[in-house]
């Protein structure tokens, strides 16, 4: 990665070095800024440029994902690929629903259904919601397909060829009548600590302790009521204690910078405190990725063996040239993005799979994890339905965007956050309607009224260069946080800069300035100019957060393809003589009642 640098004291005095380079940005950097980035599948990596390759946490196909969800993956995942897009950088973004195990056959018994016609109709749930929140993946896949048998079968064969898998033996339920092991979920008793008579075989939800499914007293099969007996079975384990030298040496090179976020670190050091243990890798199931090996053919690889390796069988589905991005380590910077909860798996678990494997894998550069998001007072729940869920949001007739911009101005990124109703309130009424959007209507409207709607010609004064100035400061700090993955720090200097505009255009005041002379019209041309190419630029850095609100400013400035470019200082891309076109409010009111109504809705009636 190209490093930019610091950024400056933002709150120091502008040096003589930071004027003139402003002004000449302004004036003369159009011709040096590079051209859009376009897209044409397949994308492959490419010979000397800087390929990235993003990756979102697979969500659970078996339920609708909630708000948390959402940020903590995919949105998260989805602004960071945007952002390498518009930096020019060959970007992929591959993410899919995680369809095998025990919760899926849970749900599909719940709900009558095959696990097959459960994955059908819950992937076409995440995908329809996925695209009304514009997460612009590259390929949005599934787990459940022939290359995540092949590619998974091979990474395992690979490791039995090194000697790096155990047999050992594990106590499970096993129901007599219905013939099958009984995965916890599928098990319920009366809780050895509480006497709950409803516990689940992994947890009690009464008084919420983690139980083992063999030591539920009065133990039932949740799918017949029979009572199990305790059997022994069989099972493979990846040996970690073997890989854990290999896998010390990557991390030494990866853990000391600030490629993983901090709880990354943190959470992965404390795995590694008292040494690696076998685990297990496989599971007395009927749906998931059939274990080749003699003598284990009747299992499936356990979820969190299999499902990582989904990130390549869906690559492999969007090309059969996956191997590109994945066994290219020398040209391939990865991101992972997920919540913390997944982050022993992908920092721990799925590398030593892929070292000991020894196939040249593309490893985790960069692995980014976020804390949770909760929601009012509480968590959000999918069993109590508590929260707004992904298929809600788009019913309250709050935009896609206002949701999006909302999450990432909350996102968990160093602590757990809290959605709050009133807070979005608040936030869209200050900060996009009353900030963002009023200097951006003001500006344009100026334009529109008093000029023909054409950007006038522009002299720059010693006011005009201080704020260009400023504004490139807050610039240089957007990219430096953007490349880094602090994406909140990101928005507020989007934030910033809208700021500086409405205190450059109220200081200037333009409307006084037309009634003046011939010198102070020309003056107010200069300052509506100077914020109409503002405006341009707060839609290229938008773009990543609130892609709607993005395309709908460049429309109304009828701004040129080739402004889609994150540049390092701000750059005169509408000129003199350019014609703009019709100024439109961006951002609607949000009006308490509505707030209060949605809040009320949200409170703890939606269904599972």
Request: aromatic letters at 10%.
């Amino acid at each position: 990665m190209t490093d930019i640098g610091q950024p400056g004291a933002g709150d120091g005095p502008l040096t003589p070095e930071e004027r003139a380079a402003a002004v000449a940005s302004f004036t003369d950097g159009k011709g040096a800024c590079s051209k859009p980035v376009k897209r044409a599948h397949p994308i492959l990596p490419k010979a000397g440029e800087k390929n990235v390759l993003i990756t979102s946490a697979l969500p659970y196909v078996n339920n609708v994902p909630h708000l948390g969800n959402i940020i903590g993956c995919v949105l998260s995942a989805d602004v960071f690929s945007r952002f390498c897009r518009l930096r020019g950088w060959n970007t992929l973004y591959i993410c899919g629903t995680d369809e095998y195990g025990t919760a899926t056959e849970t749900r599909a018994l719940e709900e009558g259904l095959t696990p097959q016609q459960i994955c059908d109709k819950y992937h076409a749930l995440h995908a329809d919601i996925y695209r009304w929140f514009n997460i612009d993946f590259d390929f949005f896949g599934r787990t459940t397909t022939p290359q995540q048998t092949e590619i998974a079968q091979d990474i395992f064969w690979r490791l039995h060829q090194r000697d790096h898998l155990l047999t050992d033996t594990v106590d499970q339920l096993l129901c007599e009548k219905c013939d099958r092991f009984l995965a916890d979920r599928f098990v319920e008793g009366t809780c050895p600590l509480c006497n709950y008579e409803d516990a689940r075989g992994d947890q009690c939800d009464k008084c919420g302790k983690l139980i083992v499914a063999t030591e539920l007293k009065k133990p039932r099969c949740k799918i017949c009521s029979a009572t199990p007996v305790v059997k022994t079975s069989t099972h493979l384990f990846l040996n970690l204690p073997q890989i854990e030298p290999r896998l010390n040496g990557w991390l030494e090179e990866v853990l000391p910078n600030d490629s993983w976020s901090s709880n990354a670190r943190v959470i992965t050091r404390s795995w590694l405190r008292d040494g690696l243990k076998p685990r297990c890798i496989t599971r007395d199931l009927q749906w998931g990725t059939p274990v080749p090996l003699e003598g284990f053919t009747e299992k499936v690889f356990y979820v969190w063996f299999d499902a990582p390796i989904g990130y390549l069988s869906i690559t492999a589905n969007y090309t059969d040239q996956w191997e590109k991005w994945w066994k290219n380590p020398d040209e391939v910077t990865l991101y992972n993005f997920m919540a913390k909860d997944n982050v022993p798996f992908h920092s721990v678990v799925f590398p030593c799979s892929l070292l000991g494997a020894e196939d040249n894998y593309t490893l985790v550069n960069h692995l980014q994890a976020t804390e949770f998001l909760n929601y009012e007072d509480g968590k959000f729940s999918k069993s109590r339905g508590i929260g707004v869920f992904g298929d809600d949001a788009k019913e309250t007739t709050i935009p896609a965007d206002i949701w999006r911009f909302y999450l990432l101005y909350v996102r968990p990124e160093t602590q757990d956050t809290t959605f709050s109703w009133e807070d979005l309130m608040v936030k869209n009424n200050s900060e996009l309607l009353n900030n963002m959007g009023n200097y951006i209507y003001r500006a344009l409207k100026f334009v529109a009224n008093n000029f023909d709607g054409t950007i006038p010609p522009m002299e720059l004064g010693e006011s005009d260069i201080e704020t260009l100035a400023q504004v490139n400061r807050e610039l240089k700090t957007y990219n430096y946080n953007m490349e880094r993955v602090r994406l909140r720090d990101g928005l507020t200097t989007i934030l910033n800069i809208s700021r500086l505009g409405n205190q450059y255009i109220q200081a200037n005041q333009p409307w006084v300035l037309l009634k003046g002379n011939e010198q102070e019209r020309a003056r107010a041309g200069t300052v509506v100019g100077l914020c109409a190419n503002m405006a341009c630029l707060l839609s290229v850095l938008l773009q990543p957060y609130m892609p709607d609100i993005s395309t709908q400013i460049q429309a109304q400035l009828q701004a040129p393809a080739d402004v889609n470019v994150v540049t390092d200082k701000l750059v005169c891309q509408l000129g003199p003589g350019h014609k703009i076109g019709q100024p439109k409010p961006l951002f609607e009111k949000l009006e308490a009642a509505l707030v209060q109504d949605m809040k009320k809705k949200f409170a703890g009636r939606q269904k599972e």
